[in-house]
């Protein structure tokens, strides 16, 4: 850690159930500061989609964690955030914290904004996170024995999301962190038939990895009934995003941690500890 943990701020973390923002809100608790959920079902409700949401839960509050759902590469994702940014202003929060992501324009965008906002900012450009292995979409296939995607030798450096959580946790409590732009990423590059190998070799889990058209792959998410705004940002992030632009490693977590980021091999670990890629639990 970089300087004194400052426990005193109140703290709300804007997807506050979701993959990253639980985990914040776990360990923001854990320290003892004071968190507000943002989420539709938290006592004070917010929701993305209900602008007449957005006020009410940023009174009084210091700083904000921002995930945006889906993400930030939607339609209307741009504005959502100006507006956001703006509203926090006038409210007096000090300091915005953005997650964001690697090689998306729109997300660009948003990071920009943020920055221009008139206030202290911190942003986290995130890869492709680990657990949408076992948290998310790609869990099926691995359960399935079958993991077909539109993908082929294109490596990522997937990044645990608990070391996005130590992240922001430690730049939404230590000041030192304004107006840096945190770039994190694991500490080697996978191609995804990489990453399902090894889930396959230590899960002992027979697992197929097969290529795939985006019309076929498409054609599979709408029968199995996957929204068709999700089957859209899936689509994009498939053939927009993994292009190679994002094939290299960045030193995120290091620079923000004096730690190096957590290993593909670690995530595995933890999560057969899990049982969550055994059919009888999942």
């Known amino acids: 850690m970089k300087n004194q943990e400052n426990t005193e701020k109140q703290i709300l973390v804007l997807g506050g159930t979701g993959k990253t923002g639980s985990r914040v809100v776990e360990r923001l608790i854990q320290m003892g500061c004071?968190?507000?959920?943002?989420?539709?079902?938290?006592?004070?409700?917010?929701?993305?989609?209900n602008q007449g949401t957005w006020l009410p839960v940023l009174n009084g509050m210091d700083a904000i964690y921002i995930t945006f759902q889906p993400d930030l590469a939607v339609p209307g994702a741009v504005n959502a955030i100006r507006t956001l940014s703006k509203l926090a202003v006038e409210s007096n929060v000090k300091h915005l914290v953005l997650l964001s992501g690697r090689g998306e324009e729109e997300a660009q965008a948003c990071e920009k904004i943020i920055m221009d906002a008139g206030i202290n900012w911190t942003i986290l450009r995130a890869s492709w996170f680990s657990q949408?292995?076992?948290?998310?979409?790609?869990?099926?296939?691995?359960?399935a024995g079958h993991m077909a995607l539109p993908v082929g030798n294109i490596p990522e450096p997937f990044i645990d999301v608990d070391d996005i959580a130590d992240v922001a946790v430690e730049v939404l409590t230590n000041d030192s962190h304004y107006g840096e732009l945190y770039e994190l990423t694991g500490p080697r590059l996978l191609t995804f038939q990489n990453a399902v190998n090894e889930i396959a070799a230590a899960s002992g889990r027979a697992i197929q990895y097969e290529q795939i058209s985006m019309d076929d792959y498409k054609a599979m998410l709408t029968k199995y009934k996957v929204p068709q705004d999700i089957i859209w940002l899936i689509s994009y992030l498939f053939t927009e995003v993994l292009d190679g632009r994002n094939a290299s490693l960045a030193d995120g977590v290091q620079r923000a941690l004096d730690r190096k980021p957590t290993d593909f091999s670690e995530y595995i670990k933890k999560t057969i500890a899990t049982n969550v890629w055994n059919n009888e639990t999942a």
């Not at 949408?132 to 691995?142: Q, R, V």
């Open 132 to 143: 949408n292995f076992s948290e998310s979409y790609l869990l099926d296939g691995i359960l």
């Open 34 to 49: 004071s968190v507000r959920i943002g989420s539709r079902s938290a006592e004070i409700p917010f929701d993305w989609n």
